[in-house]
């Protein structure tokens, strides 16, 4: 019995140690299974790795296509009202109700200040009647001008009787004329008794009281005009010279999204801003329901002029260190080593960037790693699908 105790042990000893050792090796095994999973990730994700162990890189490339581009420059845009515009009274009137505040939207034609009518309908009335008096008095004037003219050609008066009557007449018809032109400027007074809009805007400031005198040299109102309004975009100076009155304009704003709004460049800047190192562009846009306001925000897009059919393009991704006029990319040698080569843009377009100069075409670009990428390095192409 003991000694059957004794093997027992013996054989549980060994079967311990046994599965000792196979648990030990299976580990070994496990462990440099997972080594090599974890290199190999490494060697495909890690540039330093692939690098310091003489592995080449991995990247995804395409080749240089020659392909149009339309040149196209993204930058923030403002609408700008079209000018400030003072309002003046047609006449020398008591004002009789003001009907805008500051802040308000009006469009051509809306009145803005009425005047007391009596007023200006009774200057009307004096006018005419002084000017029937000048009438009267002028045809006076011509009847005895042309007696005293028969009798100077028969030399029954004198010369000065003759010039004394002359110059009766011609001063009784330039008063004549002076009070016909009085009546015409009434009558267009009292056509003002109500002050209209001349264009539509925005009111930003208001002079006039209702019972109170107000002078026609003196603007009573002013409008901020905001039909047309005109969109400011800010462009960098190194655009400048690819920009022309008449390009194409189009404007996406802030309160506005679903709409596009399409213009041409009606005007540039005179001057850079050297803080921003921008040139201010202006474009005109219809606004006839005032929904437009000055201050609104967005993005306006400028098709410039260096667009051309025998341009290389690119993926936007594959560009380095751009500055919007030149960039860097990495090229692919024959012997698949990868070179920094700095390029020339020309714009950009859904999502590609158009290349003046500084590749070639069928040039092999990285579009996938490249950030990792040095001058010179060893690469594992893949092409990019």
Do not use: C
């Not at 009111?203 to 107000?214: C, G, I, K």
């Not at 190194?238 to 390009?247: I, N, T």
Request: glycine fraction near 6%; aromatic fraction near 6%; hydrophobic fraction near 40%.
């Amino acid at each position: 019995m003991t000694a059957n105790n004794s093997s027992n042990q013996k054989m549980e000893k060994r079967l311990s140690v046994t599965l000792l050792v196979v648990l030990i090796v299976a580990l070994i095994i496990l462990g440099n299974w997972a080594l090599n999973i974890i290199s190999a990730h490494l060697s495909t994700t890690n540039a330093s790795y692939a690098r310091e162990n003489d592995k080449p890189i991995p990247v995804k490339v395409i080749e240089v296509e020659a392909a149009p581009v339309k040149a196209t420059l993204v930058t923030q845009a403002t609408l700008v009202e079209n000018q400030e515009l003072p309002i003046y009274p047609g006449s020398n009137a008591m004002v009789s109700e003001v009907r805008v505040q500051v802040g308000d939207l009006v469009k051509k034609g809306d009145v803005l200040v009425s005047f007391y009518e009596d007023q200006l309908k009774a200057k009307v009335e004096l006018a005419k009647s002084v000017a029937e008096i000048a009438e009267e008095e002028y045809e006076e004037a011509q009847r005895n001008f042309t007696r005293v003219e028969s009798l100077f050609a028969k030399n029954l008066v004198g010369k000065d009787e003759f010039t004394k009557a002359t110059l009766a007449e011609k001063q009784a018809k330039s008063k004549l004329i002076n009070n016909q032109y009085e009546v015409q400027k009434a009558e267009f007074e009292y056509s003002q008794v109500e002050l209209k809009a001349p264009v539509g805007g925005v009111v930003t400031a208001v002079s006039a009281f209702e019972n109170t005198q107000v002078r026609m040299t003196m603007p009573i109102i002013t409008l901020s005009v905001t039909n047309p309004i005109y969109v400011e975009a800010k462009v960098a100076q190194r655009y400048f010279g690819e920009l022309s009155l008449g390009q194409p304009v189009s404007v996406s704003l802030d309160a506005f999204p679903e709409r596009t709004i399409t213009a041409e460049i009606l005007r540039l800047g005179y001057e850079v801003d050297r803080i921003s190192d921008t040139v201010s562009v202006y474009a005109k846009v219809d606004n006839p329901d005032l929904i437009l306001r000055p201050g609104m925000g967005g993005i306006a897009t400028i098709e410039l002029a260096g667009g051309s059919a025998d341009t290389l393009r690119i993926p936007a991704i594959a560009l380095l260190g751009s500055n919007g006029r030149s960039g860097f990319v990495f090229v692919i040698d024959e012997a698949e080593k990868a070179h920094l080569k700095e390029v020339s843009i020309i714009g950009y377009e859904q999502g590609y960037v158009g290349i003046r100069s500084g590749l070639s075409p069928r040039d092999r670009i990285v579009v996938v790693g490249q950030q990792a990428l040095k001058d010179g390095d060893r690469v594992e192409m893949g092409n990019a699908s």
